[in-house]
T-cell receptor, first 114, second 115 residues
Framework: SQTIHQWPATLVQPVGSPLSLECTVEGTSNPNLYWYRQAAGRGLQLLFYSVGIGQISSEVPQNLSASRPQDRQFILSSKKLLLSDSGFYLC????FGTGTDEQYFGPGTRLTVT | RKEVEQDPGPFNVPEGATVAFNCTYSNSASQSFFWYRQDCRKEPKLLMSVYSSGNEDGRFTAQLNRASQYISLLIRDSKLSDSATYLCVVNPLSRLGAGSYQLTFGKGTKLSVIP
């Protein structure tokens, strides 16, 4: 069966510090991968998606970036965090080319920028 | 009109009650719909997929009305463990890339089942 991991689970970082969040998927190959952010009291906002290694598309321009160095690894980064980057960051995967749209989420990283 | 709109609630219902949530969507070309459940400070988890007029899974029934562009979720015989936020999710067919799909999430409806 497929599993998705994210770490760390919780992170407190000062403004201006760098960020690196990692997501890995097991039990599937060539998945579509997504990064979302959920701010307090708000819906899920799609940040980045990837359909393959090295392929990244951004949905919202901001100070975040994403990379996919391996088929089942997705990384979210920032060089300098802003207060507005605080939120719940969720990685999700979906099967490629199956004709179904379901996305499955990892446990998330709760980021507080102070 | 918002892409996916839900009543935020909260819906406070006693155990054993039947409760229904509605969700409206703006893109009439949407083809697939989902209900996710999100517990407090946890990730969303897929509850049901709706690809045709409806779907039923035990105590949960989802119905789709394409003419009126809304989806409903009915929960029968509510349990304390049903307390969560229920997210309505729609694929508006705005393809991001080959084989990739963008889902649009509602902000959720909060349900509290009371003993």
């Amino acid at each position: 069966s497929q599993t998705i991991h994210q770490w760390p689970a919780t992170l407190v970082q000062p403004v201006g510090s760098p960020l690196s969040l990692e997501c890995t998927v097991e039990g599937t190959s060539n998945p579509n991968l997504y990064w979302y952010r959920q701010a307090a009291g708000r819906g899920l906002q799609l940040l980045f998606y990837s359909v393959g290694i090295g392929q990244i598309s951004s949905e919202v321009p901001q100070n975040l970036s994403a990379s996919r160095p391996q088929d089942r690894q997705f990384i979210l980064s920032s060089k300098k965090l802003l207060l507005s980057d605080s939120g719940f960051y969720l990685c999700a995967w979906a099967s490629f080319g199956t004709g179904t749209d379901e996305q499955y989420f990892g446990p998330g990283t709760r980021l507080t920028v102070t | 009109r918002k892409e996916v709109e839900q009543d935020p609630g909260p819906f406070n219902v006693p155990e054993g009650a039947t409760v229904a949530f509605n969700c409206t969507y703006s893109n009439s070309a949407s083809q697939s719909f989902f209900w996710y459940r999100q517990d407090c400070r946890k990730e969303p988890k897929l509850l049901m997929s709706v690809y045709s007029s409806g779907n039923e899974d035990g105590r949960f029934t989802a119905q789709l009305n394409r003419a009126s562009q809304y989806i409903s979720l009915l929960i029968r015989d509510s349990k304390l463990s049903d307390s969560a936020t229920y997210l309505c999710v729609v694929n508006p067919l705005s393809r991001l890339g080959a084989g990739s799909y963008q889902l649009t999430f509602g902000k959720g409806t909060k349900l509290s089942v009371i003993p």
